[in-house]
């Protein structure tokens, strides 16, 4: 889907600095902007609420209340969004432009469908708060299922000013209701973020629908045989529940977390150094995004363009060249800026720990925190790179070794003691890399081999 990269390039092309700066800035939002955004305006919200003179522990109940919605919509459409990205672009690729949109439309009878219905199981069964406090969880949870399924379309698009715009209405809208309708506690802060995200999703959706156009409503095309990649289901789900694991094992250890709200419980040593890091990764995130989207996927689409029209091996073999060069100064370059963000915060970290009233003692956890997530850029990196190449097989392996290791790590670090937070996190991603970055090394010694000998 690379509506991003014609863009970009066309940026690009104007050869300026401001020009340059200005695609990393559309990169750089475009590529992170729906979760960092997100946890910038629940962050504001809790400032507000906490501002209004509402209790500390209701606030407290509404983010956390908010981490779990995120965390398992995203566990559970993590395989889904895979799954529809290749549909999707499969049927771009062969020009069937008027599949997409019934088929958006049943992914997303189906996620609403199968999402209400395991929220009101669990709900039901696991929760003994208000019935309102359950509705509200309930129509957050199924909005943000279905808009992690509708964002997977912003990088095919090229309303870019349009897009950050929305992006820009909806969490207003979202902080701007939780002042409005503090006065109901905690249903009107979850109230504003139900209105923030379902303006995200209708507006989104609105222009999708301006996009592509068709005569059917709805299609289940994508559950047809031919269609079905269940590799690619199973690493939705891995990497996502790889990014959580830790977070959940914190979460659910008596002695490093507390009871909240229902069975919710809220790990505040381990949570809040984690996701401040978060917001250190725009930077390595808007290069990942104009160095592959660019450089990458230009000699990528020229390199297969000429297997597929029988140029001479030669010719073939200067641009597997060419790709592998793009692919080695990417990296370098994710590496060069998200290593001069990780050092900058590392310098002022204290001073921005201080000004945030956050405890020195929190300083060790970010740090290695920091390192961990900077690392992180570099392994979705190297995933989006094997997905080009089709290296399905290994993306889940490395998937599927993420969340193990980090699981195991997680629990080894523990058992060791506070000193050790955070390190399983940051050593499972470690450890992935470098082996993703050794089978990226033999898939493309072999990529003439698997192209030419193993096509069916």
Not at 85 to 105: A, C, G, M, W
Not at 172 to 181: C, E, I, N, Q
Request: glycine letters at 8%; aromatic letters at 14%.
């Amino acid at each position: 889907m690379a509506g991003i990269g014609f863009e970009l390039r066309k940026i690009l092309s104007r050869d300026s600095y401001t020009a340059t700066l200005h695609a990393y800035v559309y990169a750089g939002l475009i590529s992170s902007g729906p979760w960092v955004l997100s946890i910038i305006s629940v962050m504001l919200v809790g400032i507000i609420s906490i501002g209004l003179l509402l209790p500390n522990a209701l606030v407290g109940q509404f983010l956390v209340t908010v981490t779990y919605l995120m965390a398992t919509s995203l566990i559970l459409t993590g395989g889904l969004q895979l799954f529809f990205t290749r549909f999707v672009s499969d049927r771009l690729f062969e020009h069937k432009y008027d599949q997409i949109l019934p088929n958006l439309l049943g992914v997303l009878l189906l996620v609403t469908l199968g999402a209400g219905l395991l929220g009101i199981v669990v709900l039901g069964l696991l929760f003994d708060q208000p019935l309102i406090y359950r509705v509200l969880v309930l129509a957050n949870f199924v909005v943000l299922c279905n808009l992690w399924l509708v964002i997977i379309f912003l990088s095919g698009m090229k309303a870019y000013n349009r897009i950050l715009l929305v992006m820009l209405v909806g969490y207003t809208l979202m902080v701007a209701s939780a002042y409005l309708l503090s006065f109901l506690q905690m249903p009107g802060l979850l109230l504003a973020l139900l209105i923030g995200h379902s303006t995200l999703l209708f507006l989104f959706l609105y222009d999708i629908l301006r996009e592509y156009r068709a005569e059917k409503l709805i299609a289940f095309d994508f559950l047809a045989r031919r269609n079905v990649f269940l590799s690619l289901l199973a690493t939705g789900f891995f990497y996502n529940l790889g990014i959580w694991i830790d977070k959940f094992l914190f979460w659910f250890n008596p002695g490093t977390s507390n009871a909240i709200v229902g069975p919710l419980r809220a790990s505040i040593l381990y949570d809040l150094p984690i996701f401040l890091a978060y917001l250190a990764i725009i930077p390595g995130m808007a290069v990942f995004l104009v160095r592959i989207e660019t450089d990458f996927a230009e000699w990528y689409d020229r390199l297969f363009r000429a297997i597929r029209e029988g140029e001479t091996l030669q010719h073939i073999g200067q641009l597997k060249t060419e790709m592998t060069l793009s692919i080695r100064q990417g990296l370098l370059e994710i590496c060069k800026v998200q290593g001069l963000t990780a050092v900058l915060l590392f310098l002022f970290a204290p001073r921005l720990l201080d000004w945030l009233g956050i405890s020195s003692y929190y300083l060790p956890l970010f740090y290695i925190d920091l390192i961990g997530v900077s690392i992180q850029v570099v392994f979705m990196a190297l995933l989006n790179v094997f997905f080009y190449l089709d290296k399905r097989t290994v993306v889940l392996e490395l998937c599927v070794l993420f969340a193990v290791l980090n699981a195991m790590l997680t629990l080894f670090s523990m058992y060791l003691g506070p000193s050790f937070f955070g390190y399983g996190f940051t050593l499972s991603l470690l450890i992935c890399v470098l082996l993703g970055l050794h089978r990226l090394t033999t898939a493309l010694e072999d990529l003439e081999y698997d192209t030419f000998m193993l096509s069916r």
